[in-house]
């Protein structure tokens, strides 16, 4: 298994503001993603994080409005630009699980909740 | 991409009774097929998994189903406690790429 640390777990913002949520692994891990999980709704990957190299963004997800960085095998963050009330979601970090069977399970942050005003 | 479609999207049962979720994918090369629960307020976690050269799968009270011809899978859930009570999301894709149903909220009747 692995351990997730997100920061921050919640905060509320104003309209046009960018905000950087972080994500610290307890092993070194190759992917990252990160999820977005609108109110009541299911998860939806934004992207996939690979150490020295860009993310790679979904359909529908794009780099200027969500920047991510990748700066070391245990780390990332995500920035949310320009956030407008249709931004308010929690957005979860994930890594697969490290099991001898490599079993592609992957394991969940517990989660950031945006709030924009 | 892959397209997982979840059913129902909620289910109320009595206490005892078996609890039974379905879902559907588009592409046939997705090969691993995962359920997650998420309780209020928390992350997803992964409660069973099957990969598709296996049929069918059990874990105490919980089973999954998968019929890859047909493109579905099932989560089972026998002699359902409170504790059951959550959002369950299915998922189907590969490593590294996976695509979630649209959830399950299940409520569990004492």
């Known amino acids: 298994s692995a351990v997730i640390s997100q920061k921050p777990s919640r905060d509320i913002c104003q309209r046009g503001t960018s905000l950087t949520i972080q994500c610290q692994v307890d092993s070194q891990v190759t992917m990252m993603f990160w999820y977005r999980q609108q109110p009541g709704q299911s998860l939806t990957l934004i992207a996939t994080?690979?150490?020295?190299?860009?993310?790679?963004?979904e359909s529908g997800f794009v780099i200027d409005k969500f920047p991510i960085s990748r700066p070391n095998l245990t780390f990332s963050t995500l920035t949310v630009s320009n956030m407008s009330p249709e931004d308010s979601s929690i957005y979860l970090c994930?890594?697969?699980?490290?099991?001898?069977?490599?079993?592609?399970?992957?394991?969940f942050g517990e989660g950031s909740r945006l709030t924009v005003l | 991409g892959e397209n997982v479609e979840q059913h129902p999207s909620t289910l109320s049962v009595q206490e005892g009774d078996s609890a039974v979720i379905k879902c559907t994918y588009s592409d046939s090369a997705s090969n691993y097929f995962p359920w997650y629960k998420q309780e209020l307020g928390k992350r997803p976690q992964l409660i069973i998994d099957?990969?598709?050269?296996?049929g069918e799968k059990k874990d105490q009270r919980i089973a999954v189903t998968l019929n890859k011809t047909a493109k579905h899978f099932s989560l089972h859930i026998t002699e359902t406690q409170p504790e059951d009570s959550a959002v369950y999301f299915c998922a189907a894709g590969g490593r590294y790429k996976l695509s979630f149903g649209a959830g399950t909220t299940v409520t569990v009747r004492a």
């Open positions: 994080a690979n150490q020295g190299s860009e993310a790679t963004y």
């Open positions: 099957i990969r598709s050269n296996v």
């Open positions: 994930s890594v697969e699980g490290l099991g001898t069977a490599n079993t592609g399970e992957l394991f």
